[in-house]
């Protein structure tokens, strides 16, 4: 698409915003129970698709993808009215005789740049929430999952004018372009480097915006966690997308003490979830890219490796590997991860696994595994993170009911739910003032104007 295609498309679905066309609760419905039906309809290409790009089984793609999709939809059709409603607010005593409203008010043209690590549901999610909210949506896939990028645009095109929704596809430099667009909303999934860059374009233009990037999130297994459970929820959420998951256990904080028992069974979880050869398992992902593979592979340097190990670089596989004897200084403690390799650190007080979490960036999710109450206390409100799990790892993004973002480098912003109506949505308060009677005390010219004031207005 050249510069000037793209400046048109964006000028033809700012044209239909401003139509009003969008501010309904009937044409938004309509919207999405239109991708519904689409969605639903074409859910063996889309398992096909991701089957293409990341060799996802049919479980896999269902549980992590579609199924979270089907619910985000359900959930904002059900809940659509009552978010668009406007809400009265109360009257301050110094407002006597005026009505307050908040109104929920959609941005206008949207961009939603998605990535490729779940490539299905972290396009479409977003959409749900840009359409619900009432905007024109610009959708641009990611380049390393051909085949879902390709079946987005064909099924999105096939179901809305790009005036509406339009697919971009390309690489990076795509991308970049659609960066310098006046868009009025930016949705980013990706990388904090990446990140960086598209809050610095969005800068240039006060455009508003929500960054979904990652970082290293720790995983504590205190030491009385429920060991073999623990062990099973740890390598679900690790390993699930051959490790490619931005919510993923980065790497383990364990109690000295339980640290050999843990790694029994998760050696022993492995092998139930992904069998004894997981390389031979048609199920088990693979990695997204030679160049992604190459970074991982190099990690298995690192530490000691105490499960697995393998490769299969002509298939660009990587088992379930867990790294011993690990350091904060060596490479593949110094960035997030994203694969299958599990590095593991040990402590002797959870004092000083907060200290560790909290030396370093703000992670976009945390696990904690403990029975205690007062030890899943002290670790929630120590540690600031986007989000996570107590005794699990994950499932906190897979319910609307749990806004999910990030905080500092892990991200801004959040979704899921009516946070992502929230998110593509500004709220704008309209004050409207009686005519009965006016208020004199207010203008500078009232004999006790200032005297009333301080009376109203006492701290």
């Given at each position: ?172 430099e795509a991308s970049q372009e659609l ?127 105490a499960a697995g190990g393998k490769t ?148």
């Open positions: 698409m050249s510069n000037d295609t793209m400046s048109n498309l964006i000028q033809k679905q700012k044209h239909f915003y401003n139509s009003g066309q969008t501010r309904s609760y009937d044409y938004r419905l309509r919207q999405l129970n239109k991708l519904r039906e689409a969605l639903a309809a074409n859910e063996s290409n889309i398992m096909d698709a991701l089957k293409k790009d990341l060799n996802k089984s049919e479980f896999e793609a269902f549980s992590t993808e579609i199924g979270i999709v089907y619910a985000e939809l359900a959930f904002a059709i059900k809940h659509l009215r009552r978010w668009m409603a406007p809400k009265k607010v109360k009257t301050a005593l110094t407002h006597i005789g005026s009505k307050g409203r908040v109104i929920a008010e959609p941005y206008g043209t949207a961009l939603i740049i998605a990535p490729w690590n779940y490539p299905y549901q972290l396009a479409v999610s977003p959409l749900i929430g840009a359409l619900a909210a009432g905007n024109t949506v610009l959708l641009k896939p990611s380049e390393l999952t051909p085949a879902m990028s390709s079946l987005l645009a064909e099924l999105l095109g096939g179901i809305f004018d790009e005036e509406y929704v339009a697919v971009v596809q390309g690489g990076p960066l310098t667009q006046p868009v009025d909303y930016i949705f980013f999934t990706g990388s904090v480097n990446v990140g960086k860059i598209v809050m610095q374009a969005a800068a240039k233009q006060l455009i508003p915006l929500t960054l979904e990037l990652g970082g290293k999130s720790p995983c504590i297994v205190h030491q009385d966690a429920k060991l073999k459970l623990a062990a099973r929820r740890i390598v679900f959420g690790k390993f699930t997308n051959a490790g490619q998951t931005c919510i993923a256990p980065d790497y383990l904080l364990v109690h000295r003490s339980i640290k050999k028992e843990l790694v029994s069974h998760l050696r022993e979880a492995i092998r139930e979830l992904y069998g004894a050869d997981p390389l031979s398992n048609p199920s088990y992902g693979r990695i997204v890219s030679e160049k992604h593979f190459k970074r991982l592979a190099s990690f298995l340097q690192d530490g000691s490796i299969a670089p002509e298939r660009l596989q990587i088992e379930p590997t867990l790294l011993d004897q690990v350091t904060w200084d060596m490479p593949v403690m110094q960035e997030e991860i994203f694969g299958p390799i599990l590095p593991m650190l040990e402590y002797d007080d959870i004092q000083e696994a907060v200290d560790m979490v909290n030396g370093r960036p703000k992670p976009l999710a945390l696990y904690l595994f403990t029975q205690q109450p007062g030890t899943q206390e002290k670790v929630v409100g120590s540690i600031s993170y986007g989000g996570g799990c107590v005794n699990d790892t994950l499932m906190h993004i897979a319910t609307p009911y749990l806004p999910f973002g990030g905080v500092g480098e892990s991200g801004m912003g959040a979704y899921h739910g009516k946070g992502s109506f929230d998110t593509f949505t500004h709220y704008k308060s309209v004050l409207k003032q009686t005519n009965r009677f006016d208020i004199t005390f207010r203008y500078p010219s009232s004999k006790n104007g200032l005297k009333l004031l301080r009376k109203l207005m006492k701290p």
